[in-house]
């Protein structure tokens, strides 16, 4: 099942996370050394202002757009580590895990044949893991459609769940 999106429910979306962003801003407190799991991160907005910000331990970004998660990994290293021309491509996506420290310009791939690592669980990939103020960021693939919510959550144990501008269809 895919959903098509148009300019005016992206805009809508965008609004969302900038006001999930600036609800979370006001509230670190809530977010504070706490393991958040984001659903529907689009280009990551709102967990680039929460890992950045109200340091949480554990940051986990989640979509399942093709050229969402892309992007949304551009936009992760670029805004985390200043490093943006490392990403793998939207052909790699279900199997490249990339793994780097800010501050550090090494960034290791692992292949599909490494599925403990970078297998959350069946479908549901982990695309990329760095660190940020202590924290560990990671993105992964996550379609709703074939993964149960409850797998990806008994593997991660999210002390907070955000969503904003999240379709379910």
Request: hydrophobic share 40%; aromatic share 6%.
């Amino acid at each position: 099942m895919s959903c098509q999106l148009s300019s005016y429910s992206i805009s809508v979306m965008l609004q969302a996370a900038l006001a999930l962003a600036e609800w979370c801003l006001s509230n670190c407190r809530f977010l504070h050394n706490k393991r958040v799991l984001e659903l529907g991160s689009g280009v990551g907005l709102t967990g680039l202002c929460v890992s950045l910000h109200c340091k949480p331990s554990s940051y986990w970004f989640s979509d399942c757009h093709p050229a969402v998660l892309s992007m949304l990994q551009s936009n992760i290293l670029l805004n985390v580590t200043g490093l943006n021309d490392q990403v793998p491509g939207e052909s790699d996506e279900q199997n490249a895990v990339t793994e780097h420290t800010y501050n550090k310009t090494s960034v290791t791939s692992l292949s599909s044949v490494d599925h403990q690592w970078s297998e959350i669980c069946f479908r549901c990939h982990i695309l990329l893991r760095t660190r940020c103020n202590n924290a560990e960021i990671g993105v992964i693939n996550l379609p709703w459609e074939a993964v149960p919510v409850s797998d990806v959550v008994d593997q991660l144990s999210p002390e907070v769940v955000l969503a904003a501008g999240v379709c379910i269809v």
